[in-house]
């Protein structure tokens, strides 16, 4: 079974910059779609970007295209997700999640295919 652990959030002001890791054991060789996401209080679940941990071909959120970079660490089975400009609304828990077997398609976005979650991690912003 994979699992996932994340790290790294923590409280920040407007225009800072986090660096959230997740660390994916018992990974399957080469094929997996590795997203972050997150959830604000009120809100519903919201995809990030994705990876796939096999090559590279990084998706995003337009919305966050251009402030937030996800990268990965293959051989210390890691994925990052680098933060900049941060602002309130980005407040919230951060999950990674990792749909095995599979590479990252145009359907990563969608939460329900990931088959294996961390337990999140509080990022916070303030004015």
């Known amino acids: 079974q994979v699992q996932l652990q994340e790290s790294g959030g923590g409280s920040v002001q407007t225009g800072g910059s986090l660096r959230l890791s997740c660390r994916v054991s018992?990974?399957?060789?080469?094929?997996?779609?590795v997203g972050w996401f997150r959830k604000a209080p009120g809100k519903d679940r919201e995809p990030v970007a994705a990876?796939?941990?096999?090559?590279?071909?990084?998706s995003y959120i337009d919305s966050l295209r251009g402030r937030f970079t996800i990268s990965q660490d293959s051989a210390k089975s890691m994925v990052f997700l680098q933060m900049n400009n941060l602002k309130p609304e980005d407040t919230g828990v951060y999950y990674c999640?990792?749909?095995?077997?599979?590479?990252?398609?145009?359907?990563?976005?969608?939460?329900?295919?990931?088959?294996?979650w961390g337990q999140g991690t509080q990022v916070t912003v303030s004015s």
């Open positions: 990876i796939w941990t096999g090559g590279s071909s990084p």
């Open positions: 999640a990792a749909d095995t077997g599979r590479k990252c398609d145009s359907y990563w976005s969608v939460w329900t295919r990931y088959n294996a």
């Open positions: 018992r990974l399957f060789s080469g094929s997996n779609c």
